[in-house]
Every structure is written in structure tokens, then in C-alpha cells.
């Protein structure tokens, strides 16, 4: 659905020119939602911008949708759904006539822009809205009405930049079942920005990973996490001397720790890690109060990858 | 000119309307200034002894001066837009990008043609008088003059992108465009040195154009000079709108 080859974005600021985007190749399969991460200024909103004709690349091609980026944005443009940062609706338009014209400018006759509006309407919501300026919508409502603008025509890609920044928690959830609903029900590929964790780690079957305009991970949430971070498992113990060496001894296992009645360490896969262990303190008669996993997040795998936190970096 | 060309403009151009359908005295508070003029100020035309037609020299260039205010501050209503994300979401759309400007630029068209009838029709309650064949005239150009001036607007808002940046420029161009066009009083009074720059101003000729028709004197050469200049100033202006649309960063 979307290759890209050696995709390049400079910029130029006071004479001085600056890669937002270096190099980056993609390949996203018809049918994945596809979660793009990284702090602010990594380059992800650059690279959407690119896929979606908005900007030229300085240099690099890609085939998105099945059409050719450079040779035919046009073709680009029909086939592709896009929610940007900002709000689609024009603030002094009304919802309704907001939904019959895109539908319009996608080439729908009039009769079937009014009625592809209703059903748009219905499925996000909007129905009781149809006649209100876009300006006197909540967050959320416009929001809404900003993923109905970018998918009425019912592409088979649609690119959401950021989708959830600023929104309410509430807001945020729903907009995450409409999301899953583009793929699961619609069958559409997905290809998402976010620099939240919990969204990439909630929504996508896979996360690529982008800082400073490179690629530096992918793989689907679990994989990344495993690969680079390990479980933190957490055991309250009576004896965690002799614990800490019963721990030591798992394979993998690394960043080992006590207290005065605790043990942690870090383990990849640490679920079917702890069975065994905790049999072995039992047979060495060590007391096991408490025991606990801790999956690692995405900003784990980011601080593994990169030596920042996703959250100082932003 | 393809049809779906036609087609993307007239959906733009009913889109870019809608709010002053809504809001009908938008296009009388838009030319308010012009409305000012021709009241407080037309009158003392008339004690310069310059005859019976002063009225006839007057209006034609208080119309030109409408379609000057009324599209060149267009571009203002673009920069929410640029600002929201509206635009945007139209230019990720397959519509034309020639459309996306021009359906703009024919709304700005309409509203100044109807506030240049409104103040026709306002001036003939002082005595103006003018025949339907020339006003008709006297509107088409004004017509190119607001193409020009309007797709101008736009590509400076696209280029600027902020109101702070855009409205020094504008009253920068505008107020020597509007003095130096003769539009108040006949550059002819002027010191030589005066004249010589307003000559300079593509902007008097339409202004002189447009007398000579509502006048109907159609043996001036400004009947000619007027239209052909506004011609080439609307395909350049649009040629650079179109350009400032289509390119990236806008």
C-alpha cells in the first residue's frame, strides 16, 4: 500500500539547510494500521506531509495507494484519505455543507454527496450537528467531523496526523473506536502519527519508530518491547539475597536489584520466566509475599533506542 | 478549460460565498469607505466648478475604488483558513488547484460587482447618470481589475500566512495604488513630478478607462489602454496565484 525509497526532506532557515527527513524507507501491507512514533520534530509530521502530496520530497520516491508520488499526486489525492493536525471545516461553513462539498470535490454527483453526508453523519455522530457552523463545535465534534471529511470518499489509505492531541480523555476513546472501525470494518490500511505511547501501543499492530528524520526501530508493539526493554519483574520477598541469586541464575535475565524484602530484575518475556523461578525459591524455602510484571512501555524502548526518554525529548 | 475544471471552481465559489449569503450586510460594510466618500466628500466636488458631469467623473473611479478595497483585502478571510486546516484539507483533495484559487477570486468577483450597482444606483439619488450599456461595460472591467487584485491578495496571504505580516503590506500597496490613481481628484492638477509617478500606476489607467465608458467617450484611447492593461495584470496576478497555490509549503 505505501513504499517508500530513501524518502529526503531538506529545509532551508536562514540560509542554513536542515534534514527534517533522512532517508527513510517504508513498506506498509494493504490492511495494517501502522503507527508512526516519535518525539516532536523527529520528522514524522514531514514524512505524512510527503506521502500525502502536501510537500515535495527533496529527493527519494514512493508508490503510495498505487499511484506514483512524484509523477502523479493527482492520483495520490483520490486514492488517499487524510486527517491532518488541523480541522478540515471551514470554521464559518456549516457541518453539513462542509460533508456535501468534499464529497463533491471527490467527484460525487450531488444526490450521492447529500446522502454519502447523512451516512458519514451517522457513523460519526454528527447527525444532530448538520446545521451548526463548524466554529461552535466542541474539540471532539470537530474532530470528528475532520475524520468524516477525510474518509468520506472511502479511500482504501487514510494517513491521521496526530489524531488525538488536545483531546479530552472521552473524546480520545471514541476516536479510537472509529479509527479501529476504518480497518476493521472497513477494511482501509491505516497510517497514523502519534507521539503518545499508550495510543501507538493501544491502536496499531505495528510501530515504526523515527528520530532526528531516521528510522531507528519497527515491529509490532510486543516485538519492540521484548527486543529492547524485558519485563520488570517485581518479587516481595524473606530472603532476597538468596533470592537474587536464584534470579541471576534465569537466563536473560539483567538490571538485577533488592531491597530489604525485594527483588527486581528485567527479563524478556518475564510470564513464562516466573513459574519456574518461583518454584526453585520454594524448593530453596525462600517466602514469596508478593510477585509482580510490568510489561515495559514504549518509552522504555524508546530510551533503549535513542538514550532519551520520548518524554524529555519532547 | 476542462468541465470538471468549471465544475471544482463553481463548487469553490459556492463554498467561498456562503458566509456573506448568511450575512448580506457584509457587502454593504464592506464598502462603507467608499459610501463615505461619495457622500461627505463627492458633494465639494461639485463647488471645484467642475461642471454638471462632476458626478460622471466622480462615481466611475469610487467604483474602481470598491473593487481595489473590496479584493485586495481578500486574502483575509484565507488565513484561518490556512491557520485551522481547511485549506489543507482541500488541497489534499484531488480539486484543481487553478479551481481552489479561481472559485475564490469569482465570489470576491460578485461581491464587488454588487457593491459597485449599490453604488451606481446610491449616486444616481445625487444626480449620476449613466447608460446601461456603459455601466455593464464599467462593471466587466471592473471584473478583470478585482480578478487581478483579488488572485494578488490571495497569493500574498498563501506567502505571508499571518495577519500581522499581511496587513502592513497591504495598506503599504494599497493607500499609493488608490492615491496615485486619480480616483479623488484629476491628476491633472498635479505637480509634474506628481503626475509623472501616477502615471507609473497601472491602476489609473483602469480608473481613466472606466470614465471614458461610463462617460461614453469612445474615441479616448483609455477605453483600450484601461481594459488591455487590467487583462495582463489579471493573467499575471493569476499565473502567480495559481503557482503560490499548487507549490508546496502553502
Known amino acids: 500500500m505505501i513504499k517508500a525509497r530513501g524518502l529526503t526532506r531538506d529545509f532551508v532557515a536562514r540560509g542554513r539547510t536542515v534534514a527534517a527527513v533522512r532517508g527513510v524507507d517504508l513498506d506498509v501491507a494493504a490492511g495494517e494500521l501502522v503507527g508512526f512514533l516519535g518525539p516532536n520534530g523527529a520528522g514524522k509530521t514531514?514524512?505524512?506531509?510527503?506521502?500525502?502530496?502536501?510537500?515535495?520530497?527533496?529527493?527519494?520516491?514512493?508508490?503510495?495507494?498505487?499511484?506514483?508520488?512524484?509523477?502523479?499526486?493527482?492520483?495520490?489525492?483520490?486514492?488517499?484519505?487524510?486527517?491532518?493536525?488541523?480541522?478540515?471545516?471551514?470554521?464559518?461553513q456549516k457541518v453539513g455543507d462542509e460533508l456535501i462539498l468534499h464529497g463533491r470535490l471527490y467527484g460525487l454527483s450531488a444526490p450521492?454527496?447529500?446522502?454519502?453526508?447523512?451516512?458519514?453523519?451517522?457513523?460519526?455522530?454528527?447527525?444532530?450537528?448538520?446545521?451548526?457552523?463548524v466554529i461552535t463545535l466542541s474539540g471532539g465534534q470537530k474532530r470528528r467531523l475532520d475524520i468524516a471529511l477525510g474518509v468520506l470518499h472511502r479511500p482504501s489509505l487514510v494517513f491521521l496526523d496526530e489524531p488525538s492531541t488536545g483531546l479530552d480523555p472521552q473524546s480520545r476513546d471514541n476516536?479510537?473506536?472509529?479509527?479501529?472501525?476504518?480497518?476493521d470494518a472497513h477494511g482501509a490500511t491505516v497510517f497514523l502519527t502519534t507521539h503518545y505511547l499508550d495510543e501507538a501501543d493501544a491502536l496499531c499492530d505495528r510501530i515504526i519508530i523515527i528520530d532526528d528524520?531516521?528510522?531507528?526501530?519497527?515491529?509490532?508493539?510486543?516485538?519492540?518491547?521484548?527486543?529492547?526493554?524485558?519485563?520488570?519483574?517485581?518479587?516481595?520477598?524473606?530472603?532476597?539475597?538468596?533470592?537474587?541469586?536464584?534470579?541471576?541464575?534465569?537466563?536473560?535475565?539483567?538490571?538485577?536489584?533488592?531491597?530489604?524484602d525485594t527483588v527486581t530484575f528485567r527479563v524478556p518475556r518475564g510470564d513464562t520466566v516466573l513459574p519456574g523461578l518461583l518454584r526453585e525459591l520454594d524448593r530453596a524455602q525462600v517466602r514469596v509475599d508478593a510477585v509482580a510484571t510490568h510489561r515495559p512501555t514504549l518509552d522504555d524502548v524508546f530510551l533503549g533506542l535513542t538514550g532519551r526518554s520520548l518524554r524529555e525529548a519532547a | 478549460?476542462?468541465?470538471?475544471?468549471?465544475?471544482?471552481?463553481?463548487?469553490?465559489?459556492?463554498?467561498?460565498?456562503?458566509?456573506?449569503l448568511r450575512n448580506p450586510q457584509s457587502v454593504l460594510i464592506g464598502m462603507s469607505m467608499s459610501l463615505l466618500y461619495l457622500v461627505l466628500f463627492g458633494p465639494l466636488l461639485r463647488s471645484f466648478g467642475t461642471g454638471d458631469s462632476s458626478w460622471e467623473w466622480f462615481v466611475p473611479g469610487m467604483m474602481a475604488q470598491t473593487a481595489l478595497f473590496g479584493t485586495a483585502y481578500a486574502g483575509f478571510a484565507l488565513i484561518p483558513e490556512i491557520r485551522s486546516g481547511a485549506l489543507e484539507r482541500m488541497r489534499v483533495s484531488p480539486v484543481s488547484r487553478s479551481a481552489l484559487l479561481l472559485g475564490r477570486v469569482a465570489g470576491d468577483v460578485l461581491r464587488l460587482v454588487i457593491q459597485a450597482v449599490l453604488l451606481a444606483l446610491l449616486a444616481m439619488v445625487f444626480g449620476f447618470r449613466v447608460g446601461i450599456g456603459p455601466l455593464l461595460l464599467g462593471l466587466a472591467l471592473l471584473a478583470v481589475l478585482g480578478v487581478a487584485i483579488g488572485a494578488a491578495?490571495?497569493?500574498?496571504?498563501?506567502?505571508?500566512?499571518?495577519?500581522?505580516?499581511?496587513?502592513?503590506?497591504?495598506?503599504?500597496?494599497v493607500m499609493p495604488l488608490m492615491l496615485l490613481s486619480g480616483v479623488l481628484l484629476p491628476m491633472t492638477i498635479a505637480p509634474a513630478w506628481l503626475y509623472d509617478i501616477s502615471r507609473a500606476n497601472p491602476l489609473s489607467y483602469v480608473v481613466d478607462a472606466e470614465r471614458a465608458m461610463v462617460a461614453?467617450?469612445?474615441?479616448?484611447?483609455?477605453?483600450?489602454l484601461g481594459p488591455l492593461l487590467g487583462i495582463l495584470l489579471a493573467l499575471l496576478a493569476t499565473?502567480?496565484?495559481?503557482r503560490t497555490f499548487r507549490r508546496e509549503a502553502a
Open chain 1, 112 to 133: 450521492d454527496a447529500k446522502q454519502r453526508a447523512r451516512e458519514m453523519a451517522e457513523t460519526f455522530e454528527l447527525t444532530d450537528l448538520l446545521g451548526r457552523l
Open chain 2, 216 to 224: 461614453g467617450q469612445w474615441s479616448a484611447p483609455s477605453i483600450w
Open chain 1, 175 to 183: 476516536l479510537w473506536r472509529h479509527i479501529r472501525d476504518l480497518r
Open chain 1, 213 to 260: 528524520g531516521g528510522i531507528v526501530a519497527e515491529g509490532s508493539p510486543d516485538e519492540l518491547k521484548r527486543r529492547v526493554a524485558g519485563d520488570l519483574v517485581e518479587l516481595g520477598v524473606s530472603d532476597p539475597d538468596r533470592a537474587v541469586a536464584l534470579a541471576g541464575a534465569v537466563s536473560g535475565a539483567t538490571e538485577l536489584d533488592t531491597t530489604a
Open chain 2, 1 to 20: 478549460m476542462s468541465t470538471r475544471f468549471w465544475r471544482e471552481t463553481w463548487l469553490v465559489f459556492v463554498r467561498s460565498i456562503r458566509p456573506t
Open chain 1, 46 to 92: 514531514t514524512t505524512l506531509r510527503m506521502l500525502t502530496t502536501l510537500l515535495t520530497p527533496t529527493s527519494g520516491e514512493a508508490f503510495v495507494a498505487g499511484a506514483d508520488l512524484l509523477t502523479d499526486p493527482a492520483g495520490v489525492r483520490a486514492r488517499i484519505g487524510y486527517v491532518g493536525q488541523g480541522n478540515g471545516g471551514g470554521l464559518d
Open chain 2, 239 to 242: 499565473g502567480w496565484g495559481v
Open chain 2, 153 to 173: 491578495s490571495y497569493a500574498l496571504a498563501l506567502k505571508l500566512r499571518q495577519e500581522y505580516a499581511f496587513a502592513p503590506v497591504l495598506s503599504m500597496s
